[in-house]
C-alpha cells in the first residue's frame, strides 16, 4: 500500500499549482485524506484536510480562500489546488491517508515559489 504524489515545481509568487495524491491498493474514498507541508527548519503542519465522502473540508488559516481540496474518487486520488501562491507555501508537501494509527505518508512533493 502506498501514497504517492505529484505535481510539485517551481513557481513565481501569484502562480498555481495542482498537487495530486493517490494511494495504491485501497480504495480512496474510504479514508479521509490530507495534505501535510514542512518548510525547512519548520515542523510539518496541516495544510488542508477532507473527509471520506468529500463533504466537509477543512484549511489552515494560512490557505484558505487559496488553496482547494476536492476528491477525484473515480481516479482513486485528492488533489489539491494552489492559487495566488506565496513564498511562505514553499515546502515539500505530503499527502496524508487517515487509515487509523499513524495512517499512511507519501514520500512528499517539493513546492517552491521564488521570485
Known amino acids: 500500500v502506498q501514497v504517492v504524489e505529484s505535481g510539485g515545481g517551481l513557481v513565481q509568487p501569484g502562480g498555481s499549482l495542482t498537487l495530486s495524491c493517490a494511494l495504491s491498493?485501497?480504495?480512496?474514498?474510504?479514508?479521509?485524506m490530507s495534505w501535510h507541508r514542512q518548510a525547512p527548519g519548520k515542523e510539518r503542519e496541516l495544510v488542508a484536510g477532507i473527509n471520506s465522502r468529500g463533504t466537509t473540508t477543512n484549511y489552515a488559516d494560512s490557505v484558505k480562500g487559496r488553496f482547494t481540496i476536492s476528491r477525484a474518487n473515480a481516479k482513486n486520488s485528492v488533489t489539491l489546488q494552489m492559487k495566488s501562491l506565496e513564498s511562505k507555501d514553499t515546502g515539500t508537501y505530503y499527502c496524508h491517508a487517515d487509515l487509523g494509527g499513524p495512517g499512511l505518508w507519501g514520500q512528499g512533493t517539493q513546492v517552491t515559489v521564488f521570485s
Open positions: 491498493l485501497l480504495t480512496l474514498n474510504d479514508y479521509g
